[in-house]
C-alpha cells in the first residue's frame, strides 16, 4: 500500500472494526481517526503507536507502520511549509521546548482561529496565542 490511509483502513476492516471502536480502543479521537482515513490530517508517533497497538500490530509490522504514518506526515507537513524561512519554522518548536512543552508530553493539539491548543499527557492544556499585526 502507498498510502497511510488504505493500510489503516485495511487493517481496521480486517479486524472488523469501525472508527468509533478503533477510537475507543486506542484513545485517539474519532475525528483524528476520520481526518486520518480521508487522507487530510497528520499523526505523531504516539498516537500512531496507539492506534497500531490498538490493531494488534506486533514488533516489525507495527514499526513499519508507524514509520509510514510519521512519514507521510513529514512529507506533507515539509512540503507545505517549504517556501517559509527555517527560522519561523523552527520558532514554535523552539519556545515550546524553552517552556519545558517537549515533544514526547504532547497527547495532541487542536487549531482554532485565535490559538493553537496543546494537550499534555499530564492532562495539562497550553494554549499558544499569536498575534499578527503589519506595520
Given amino acids: ?6 493500510l489503516l483502513i485495511s487493517k481496521r476492516k480486517a479486524l472488523g ?6 477510537s475507543k480502543q486506542s484513545s485517539v479521537s474519532e475525528s483524528l481517526l476520520s481526518g486520518l482515513q480521508s487522507g487530510n490530517r497528520r499523526i505523531g508517533e504516539k498516537q500512531a503507536s496507539r492506534i497500531a497497538s490498538a490493531l494488534g500490530l506486533k514488533e516489525q509490522e507495527k514499526s513499519d507502520f508507524i514509520f509510514m504514518a510519521m512519514n507521510e506526515s513529514t512529507q506533507r507537513l515539509l512540503e507545505s511549509s517549504k517556501s517559509y524561512h527555517v527560522e ?11 517552556k519545558g512543552v517537549l515533544p514526547e508530553n504532547i497527547n495532541g493539539a487542536r487549531i482554532f482561529d ?4 496543546i494537550s499534555l499527557d499530564s492532562g495539562d492544556v497550553v494554549r499558544v496565542y499569536v498575534n499578527l499585526s503589519l506595520n
Avoid: Q, V, Y
Fill in 17 to 22: 472494526l469501525t472508527s468509533k471502536e478503533l
Fill in 1 to 6: 500500500m502507498n498510502h497511510f490511509k488504505d
Fill in 114 to 117: 485565535a490559538f493553537l491548543e
Fill in 88 to 98: 519561523i519554522l523552527n520558532s514554535l518548536p523552539g519556545f515550546l521546548r524553552n
